[in-house]
């Protein structure tokens, strides 16, 4: 009885011992059920990753699978990963469904987004699906962002709770940005419009951009403003990129001008016609319902980081 006893003792203990080793993640996911929206991602092809895309650092922690159709990247403690468009786009309707990491992932950034700053480094544009990890009280965060013709001060960022646990299934993260307006998209439902009118002009992108889908340590400002930095005793961390869509007017560097413009319209531009020119009712319901429930943070509303509230703002 006694050596039963002590079994039973040493078994219960390891158990505890295993138990204290597996990272606790609490769901807090809002698991609402959304709105119904036209399905944007199915009015274009995928592309092959590795047609479209270039593997720009950290190659060792880069997995292409199903000949191109899907990518899995990774972060661990000798490196991040991150795939570059091999064309730059001024313009166009930009998508993937994504996978997340599951676990304790603190200081994690998986990025969807769009970039110019190796060719403007003082005076970069860029439109941001950013990913932020969680740690075991909160849920992953999407942030959105937009720079135009400045640094990174000149920042617009917005931050949302998902309806969902992204890291069962991909679901898909996608932008549009044409002359009319920038939009964000989570499983085809908006959930920010940036418009181009005179009041966001300044800060409208406007130069050509690569496409990016990277994995990276953000342990600084990332998860409680760089509370909780990225814990690699649970690495590698792994992000899976699938049904890219990168359907966008391609910037020719041999010409003067992008061929895309507010004056100039044209037919290679697939985001420009009336159909993106604007938000349905449809589209706009839904954008209502997921700012309403699931934002939790808007620019607009930091009076702390803003004395005076940009001019959109007001």
Request: some cysteine; proline content about 6%; glycine content about 6%.
């Amino acid at each position: 009885m006694a050596l039963l006893q002590g079994k039973c003792l040493l078994l219960s203990r390891l158990l505890m011992l295993l138990s204290s080793m597996t990272p606790s993640v609490s769901s807090h996911s809002r698991h609402y059920t959304a709105p119904s929206v036209t399905r944007l991602t199915d009015l274009f092809s995928h592309v092959s990753i590795d047609q479209a895309f270039n593997k720009v650092f950290g190659a060792s922690n880069i997995q292409l699978m199903s000949n191109g159709s899907s990518a899995y990247i990774s972060l661990n403690k000798t490196s991040g990963s991150g795939l570059a468009s091999r064309n730059k786009y001024y313009y166009g309707f930009f998508s993937a469904a994504i996978k997340l990491p599951a676990g304790l992932t603190s200081g994690v950034v998986v990025a969807f987004y769009m970039s110019n700053a190796e060719t403007f480094p003082h005076n970069h544009d860029e439109i941001d699906i950013e990913l932020l990890g969680h740690d075991k009280r909160n849920d992953w965060v999407l942030q959105t962002n937009i720079y135009a013709n400045g640094s990174v001060s000149t920042g617009r960022e917005e931050k949302f709770y998902l309806w969902f646990d992204p890291t069962q299934q991909h679901h898909y993260y996608s932008i549009i940005w044409n002359s009319h307006h920038i939009v964000f998209l989570v499983d085809n439902i908006p959930v920010r419009e940036f418009p181009n009118n005179g009041a966001f002009s300044s800060t409208f992108p406007s130069k050509p951009m690569s496409l990016y889908a990277t994995i990276w340590d953000g342990s600084e400002w990332a998860t409680h403003g760089g509370k909780y930095p990225v814990n690699y005793r649970y690495a590698p961390y792994v992000a899976s990129f699938a049904d890219m869509e990168v359907e966008g007017c391609v910037s020719d560097p041999r010409l003067p001008s992008p061929p895309c413009s507010k004056k100039n319209p044209s037919s290679v531009d697939p985001v420009e016609g009336q159909g993106f020119a604007a938000l349905s009712e449809q589209q706009l319901s839904a954008m209502k319902w997921a700012r309403s429930k699931l934002m939790f943070y808007s620019y607009c509303k930091d009076t702390t980081r803003f004395k005076v509230l940009p001019p959109e703002c007001r």
